[in-house]
């Protein structure tokens, strides 16, 4: 009996001290669904936050609460970027996503981002405006080949006012 007690105890404890197999990178893939479509991401996420950058180049940020304020626009894009890639529940969302440069599009939105990041942790204003300009450049380079109606661009919130699609 002490004997089996014994056997029965070391499975018991090898069992609770292996490690349970890894997670197929398929299953993480598989669970994502998209919950708003890209239009939405981009009228709501990347446009507002692409503006706060632009504006903090004509306008610098002079306090530690503009710079946060910056520093949190420019973590949302380069979010943003990526969750595009991911795609959107709209009705040709899934078409746009499976162009060979729709990820290449999103992923410049997504550097010009981490570049605006790194702008603020230096509190550089000239770099922040470089990152400016290739946010800008992502945002027309995508829209030439998926949306040909390029919103205006204004640093004026009362003025652009994006639609909702």
């Known amino acids: 009996m002490r004997s089996i007690l014994i056997a029965l105890s070391s499975a018991l404890l090898v069992s609770a001290c292996s490690t349970p197999p890894a997670e197929q990178p ?3 893939a598989d669970a994502y669904k998209p919950v708003v479509s890209l239009n939405q991401i981009m009228v709501n996420i990347v446009d507002p936050h ?9 306008k610098a940020p002079k ?5 946060r304020n910056v520093r949190h626009a420019a973590v949302t894009l380069a979010a943003g970027g990526s969750l595009t890639s991911m795609s959107g529940n709209g009705p040709k969302d899934q078409v746009w996503r499976s162009q060979k440069d729709w990820g290449r599009l999103s992923q410049a939105v997504s550097d010009a981002g981490l570049a605006a990041t790194e702008a603020v942790q230096n509190r550089s204003v000239a770099a922040l405006s470089k990152a ?3 946010l800008l450049q992502a945002c027309l380079n995508c829209h030439k080949e998926y949306k040909l109606v390029i919103p205006e661009i ?3 919130p009362e003025i ?4 909702f699609q």
């Open 26 to 28: 398929t299953q993480a």
């Open 154 to 156: 204004s640093a004026d």
């Open 160 to 163: 652009h006012k994006p639609e």
């Open 50 to 58: 692409s503006h706060e950058i632009w504006d903090a180049t004509a």
């Open 63 to 67: 306090t530690d609460e503009e710079w």
């Open 132 to 134: 400016g300009d290739q």
